[in-house]
């Protein structure tokens, strides 16, 4: 297993490229630049604080993660990104409403520097938001060849060894994949010929791989999951991630479900409605984009509980998810959710979830995490989807052949297999057997 995967140094600086300079990017930058100078600790996240077992129990080798792999420093980030609103990071974090003034204020001038490039932006695909920072070309095509230019010049202009593109916009209308979406060469075409199949966010995906950089889908829009930008990647020797940031109901769902599976107790239906006022909650207000948020979260348990394996626990389960814009809310989420569960000889018990959470504090360290995994991805040599990265995923994207993997705990041991794995360590089983022998 040593000398597996050869690493290349993280030397330099990351350039970290932001389609949707909102709330959830706003959060992150801010909460990176206060980290720099001490004034916050990255809760949540695993690159900053996580640590990772090597070896046996006994030799009590607990490094932190971010001693053990080659990744970029926080102080190596670099930030800019593209949005249809021209407000700089700010401005943009002000009218998110998501952090206090004490811890907006110290990063005030880091953030005032990051002003948005005009987007591509097209609201046949996001219908309740609309702005004038846009650009303009004949067709997508010609769109991704100025968002190349713009990847280009950022690069050029603040000398940076190396790249990474992480959606953070909005939730696009649902898109299934067709024809167009098979092949590179159908792709492009599509592309020159303005087909409504090609999302924006598609077209900031080829932009990336184009230009050799990791993109990493945060919502839940068709973007890279379909052959053509697989294949696209894997030629350009390009990871792609996503998709849709994991956060709050979800990520509870990812938590309770397998200790359910897991002590083998049935599962009658599971009722869960969000409410929330931030841009996101403004957006999914549309039925459209509701649909493709709608899906992603309607997946996990399915492949969780494995009905088709377990008919009398959870063969016959209603599942039902709903999402209400409220605007008094703001970025403060609350996720509810009521389960009706059974055990022994069928008896019946509930469960009831009241989560009061934050969806770009949540979000935040998520970010961060890919950005820096997927960054540390590109230099191991690895290409096409990252399926080790799950963990930070609602709709984890896998090998055509497979199914996705949904659970938190298997996701980890995943995630931290695979750095033991390009590190040369031993992999862990948790078998033990060897300390009873």
Same mark, same amino acid.
């Given at each position: 297993?040593?000398?597996?995967?050869?690493?290349?140094?993280?030397?330099?600086?990351?350039?970290?490229?932001?389609?949707?300079?909102?709330?959830?990017?706003?959060?992150?930058?801010?909460?990176?630049?206060?980290?720099?100078?001490?004034?916050?600790?990255?809760?949540?996240?695993?690159?900053?604080?996580?640590?990772?077992? /090597?070896?046996?129990?006994?030799?009590?080798?607990?490094?932190?993660?971010?001693?053990?792999?080659?990744?970029?420093?926080?102080?190596?980030?670099?930030?800019?990104?593209?949005?249809?609103?021209?407000?700089?990071?700010?401005?943009?974090?002000?009218?998110?409403?998501?952090?206090?003034?004490?811890?907006?204020?110290?990063?005030?001038?880091?953030?005032?520097?990051?002003?948005?490039?005009?987007?591509?932006?097209?609201?046949?695909?996001?219908?309740?938001?609309?702005?004038?920072?846009?650009?303009?070309?004949?067709?997508?095509?010609?769109?991704?060849?100025?968002?190349?230019?713009?990847?280009?010049?950022?690069?050029?202009?603040?000398?940076?060894?190396?790249?990474?593109?992480?959606?953070?916009?909005?939730?696009?209308?649902?898109?299934?994949?067709?024809?167009?979406?098979?092949?590179?060469?159908?792709?492009?075409?599509?592309?020159?010929?303005?087909?409504?199949?090609?999302?924006?966010?598609?077209?900031?995906?080829?932009?990336?791989?184009?230009?050799?950089?990791?993109?990493?889908?945060?919502?839940?829009?068709?973007?890279?999951?379909?052959?053509?930008?697989?294949?696209?990647?894997?030629?350009?020797?390009?990871?792609?991630?996503?998709?849709?940031?994991?956060?709050?109901?979800?990520?509870?769902?990812?938590?309770?479900?397998?200790?359910?599976?897991?002590?083998?107790?049935?599962?009658?239906?599971?009722?869960?409605?969000?409410? /929330?006022?931030?841009?996101?909650?403004?957006?999914?207000?549309?039925?459209?984009?509701?649909?493709?948020?709608?899906?992603?979260?309607?997946?996990?348990?399915?492949?969780?509980?494995?009905?088709?394996?377990?008919?009398?626990?959870?063969?016959?389960?209603?599942?039902?998810?709903?999402?209400?814009?409220?605007?008094?809310?703001?970025?403060?989420?609350?996720?509810?959710?009521?389960?009706?569960?059974?055990?022994?000889?069928?008896?019946?018990?509930?469960?009831?979830?009241?989560?009061?959470?934050?969806?770009?504090?949540?979000?935040?360290?998520?970010?961060?995490?890919?950005?820096?995994?997927?960054?540390?991805?590109?230099?191991?040599?690895?290409?096409?989807?990252?399926?080790?990265?799950?963990?930070?995923?609602?709709?984890?994207?896998?090998?055509?052949?497979?199914?996705?993997?949904?659970?938190?705990?298997?996701?980890?041991?995943?995630?931290?297999?695979?750095?033991?794995?390009?590190?040369?360590?031993? /992999?862990?089983?948790?078998?033990?057997?060897?300390?009873?022998?």
């Amino acid at each position: 297993m040593k000398g597996k995967v050869e690493i290349k140094s993280p030397e330099g600086k990351l350039g970290v490229l932001i389609p949707g300079i909102g709330a959830v990017s706003t959060t992150f930058m801010a909460g990176v630049f206060l980290a720099r100078k001490g004034l916050g600790k990255p809760f949540g996240s695993l690159t900053q604080m996580g640590t990772i077992r /090597l070896g046996k129990r006994t030799e009590k080798r607990v490094p932190r993660i971010k001693d053990f792999v080659e990744l970029a420093e926080l102080n190596d980030l670099v930030f800019a990104g593209w949005d249809i609103f021209p407000d700089n990071a700010y401005e943009a974090a002000v009218k998110a409403g998501v952090l206090r003034k004490e811890h907006l204020e110290p990063v005030r001038d880091e953030l005032e520097q990051i002003k948005p490039m005009p987007a591509v932006f097209d609201r046949n695909y996001v219908k309740k938001l609309d702005g004038p920072n846009k650009k303009t070309g004949s067709n997508k095509y010609e769109l991704a060849l100025k968002l190349m230019d713009d990847i280009k010049k950022f690069k050029e202009e603040n000398s940076l060894n190396r790249l990474v593109m992480i959606w953070c916009a909005s939730t696009e209308i649902y898109l299934k994949p067709e024809p167009v979406h098979q092949t590179i060469e159908s792709l492009e075409k599509a592309m020159k010929e303005n087909h409504p199949a090609i999302a924006p966010s598609m077209v900031y995906a080829y932009a990336a791989i184009k230009s050799g950089v990791p993109f990493i889908n945060g919502a839940p829009n068709l973007t890279v999951d379909i052959p053509a930008m697989v294949e696209l990647a894997r030629q350009h020797n390009v990871p792609i991630a996503g998709k849709d940031f994991k956060t709050g109901q979800t990520l509870m769902k990812t938590i309770v479900a397998p200790g359910l599976k897991a002590r083998l107790l049935g599962l009658q239906g599971w009722f869960s409605t969000n409410i /929330l006022g931030n841009r996101d909650g403004e957006v999914l207000d549309d039925p459209e984009s509701f649909k493709t948020k709608e899906e992603s979260k309607l997946g996990a348990l399915e492949y969780i509980l494995q009905p088709e394996i377990y008919p009398e626990l959870y063969g016959k389960f209603y599942h039902k998810v709903r999402i209400n814009y409220y605007p008094p809310r703001g970025d403060n989420k609350e996720g509810w959710d009521n389960i009706d569960i059974f055990g022994w000889l069928g008896y019946p018990m509930q469960i009831k979830i009241d989560f009061l959470c934050r969806d770009s504090i949540l979000a935040a360290p998520i970010v961060l995490d890919l950005v820096l995994f997927m960054d540390l991805a590109q230099r191991a040599g690895f290409r096409g989807i990252q399926e080790w990265l799950s963990f930070y995923f609602k709709t984890p994207m896998c090998a055509p052949e497979l199914y996705p993997e949904h659970d938190l705990f298997i996701q980890l041991m995943k995630l931290k297999n695979t750095l033991r794995y390009i590190k040369g360590e031993e /992999l862990i089983t948790h078998l033990g057997l060897e300390y009873y022998d």
